[in-house]
């Protein structure tokens, strides 16, 4: 019950916040969406480098 209460609150407050910093929320978001999309191709590289690597031996 109190993370059901815990959860209703929070989501008033995000919802009112939001409300009130509209446009910083966006300038946030234009800010972080590269910084993460850099991160998760660098990630997707090191996987999938990772995966050649193994393919490459396969009596290990």
Do not use: N, Q, R
């Amino acid at each position: 019950m109190k993370t059901l209460l815990g959860g209703a609150i929070a989501t008033v407050f995000g919802i009112l916040f939001m409300a009130v910093w509209w446009k910083e929320l966006f300038l946030l978001l234009a800010g972080c969406i590269p910084i993460m999309l850099i991160l998760g191709g660098v990630l997707a590289i090191y996987l999938g480098s990772d995966e050649l690597k193994e393919a490459g031996h396969p009596e290990d």
